[in-house]
Structure formats: structure tokens, C-alpha cells
T-cell receptor, first 114, second 111 residues
Framework: DTAVSQTPKYLVTQMGNDKSIKCEQN?????MYWYKQDSKKFLKIMFS???????INETVPNRFSPKSPDKAHLNLHINSLELGDSAVYFC?????????????FGAGTRLSVL | QKEVEQNSGPLSVPEGAIASLNCTYS??????FFWYRQYSGKSPELIMS????GDKEDGRFTAQLNKASQYVSLLIRDSQPSDSATYLC???????????FGSGTKLNVKP
């Protein structure tokens, strides 16, 4: 049983489209994250939610809108996709907030914008 | 200056050798440090975490932390071809939930 699952695994779409990525964790964790990994492997935090509340919102364009219907789910909706949005998006979760908490990552969603 | 810096490599070592991976960070108030391994096309997985100055050993892996010099390293003893991957250093910089990652060092272990 996968601990942190993301769907879809691959997403190919045209510029200007709107798409969503879903994430679910069955670890009972309170905190969930979205990261973007570019072609140079640089992994950058986008958002963090703790118990459905947004606690970190990095300088991400407002075309990106996260939604957490409950603490086990964190979805990412992207409007008006651009070429520069092409990357691998990882969802992660941790037991609670705090510096010692280990993050568990989903398998990633490879987004290609044409 | 990036928050977390790593040499991108590739670092090539022969099988059985010690691989040494280094990471420096910018915020002196950083509290916790992690090494993740990422195989090509896969997600990062935790190898080690370290919170106090000194060494922490787990099997063939040793993490070393020096807060005064603001660096953290990972030593892999008896390197195996299966250790070939990108190793990501992550740092929590005195923030409740915010973790900064380096861009990773690619390690190649040659049989």
C-alpha cells in the first residue's frame, strides 16, 4: 500500500490549459507539501499545509492553487499552463511540522507543457 | 548565494571505496539536516538525518555535521554500484516547515 500517492504520473498538455495533480497520504501525517524539481534536479518547496491550513506559500505564481480538503489530501491545480511549468512535481508528507520531521515523498508527476 | 549548495558532480568512485559528499548552507540558525538519495526517475528517499554537531553512523553511511563551518557531509563506506544515484542535501533553516534542498551530487560507483 503506497504511503504517498500522486496521480497522474505523467501529464502532457498544451500551453494555456488548466490541469490538476492529486496527492493522498495514508500515513496519518498532519503536514503535506508540494515541491517542484526542475531539469537540473533542484527541488524547491512551493506550498506546505498543516491540518488543512496553508502555512508556507513560496513565491509561486498565483496560477498555482493548492487545495486541501482534509489532512490526507493535497491537490494542486494549475491554470494557464506555461512552458516553464514543465518539471516533476513531488508531493510529500511529514508527521507534523517542525525541523526534525522526516518527509516522505510521492513518486512524482512529470508535467510536460508543449 | 543559494541556501544550500552541493557540488553537482558526477563523483566517480570504484566499488569498495569511500564516497564523500559535501554540502554547505547559508543560515547559521539551521537546526536539522537530511541526506536523501534519488535514483533516476524516482522520488527522493531519506538516507540519514542529523541534528547535532559530530558524526552519526548508520550501517555503511556516516553523516557529519559542523555547524560552526556550516557544512554537512555524507560518507558512504564500501560503495556499491547500487549506491549510484543523486544525493540531495536538505536543511531546515529555523522555520517550522520549510526545508531547502541542494541541487544534488550525482554519484557513480564503478564495478
Amino acid at each position: 500500500d503506497t504511503a504517498v500517492s500522486q496521480t497522474p504520473k505523467y501529464l502532457v498538455t498544451q500551453m494555456g490549459n488548466d490541469k490538476s495533480i492529486k496527492c493522498e497520504q495514508n500515513l496519518g501525517h498532519d503536514t503535506m507539501y508540494w515541491y517542484k524539481q526542475d531539469s537540473k534536479k533542484f527541488l524547491k518547496i512551493m506550498f506546505s499545509y498543516n491540518n488543512k491550513e496553508l502555512i508556507i506559500n513560496e513565491t509561486v505564481p498565483n496560477r498555482f492553487s493548492p487545495k486541501s480538503p482534509d489532512k490526507a489530501h493535497l491537490n494542486l491545480h494549475i491554470n494557464s499552463l506555461e512552458l516553464g511549468d514543465s518539471a516533476v512535481y513531488f508531493c510529500a508528507s511529514s508527521q507534523a511540522g517542525g525541523p526534525k520531521n522526516i518527509q516522505y515523498f510521492g513518486a512524482g508527476t512529470r508535467l510536460s507543457v508543449l | 548565494q543559494k541556501e544550500v549548495e552541493q557540488n553537482s558532480g558526477p563523483l566517480s568512485v570504484p566499488e569498495g571505496a569511500i564516497a564523500s559528499l559535501n554540502c554547505t548552507y547559508s543560515d547559521r540558525g539551521s537546526q536539522s539536516f537530511f541526506w536523501y538519495r534519488q535514483y533516476s526517475g524516482k522520488s527522493p528517499e531519506l538516507i540519514m538525518s542529523i541534528y547535532s554537531n559530530g558524526d552519526k553512523e548508520d550501517g555503511r553511511f556516516t553523516a557529519q555535521l559542523n555547524k560552526a563551518s556550516q557544512y554537512v557531509s555524507l560518507l558512504i563506506r564500501d560503495s556499491q554500484p547500487s549506491d549510484s544515484a543523486t544525493y540531495l542535501c536538505a536543511v531546515n533553516m529555523n522555520n517550522f516547515n520549510k526545508f531547502y534542498f541542494g541541487s544534488g551530487t550525482k554519484l557513480n560507483v564503478k564495478p
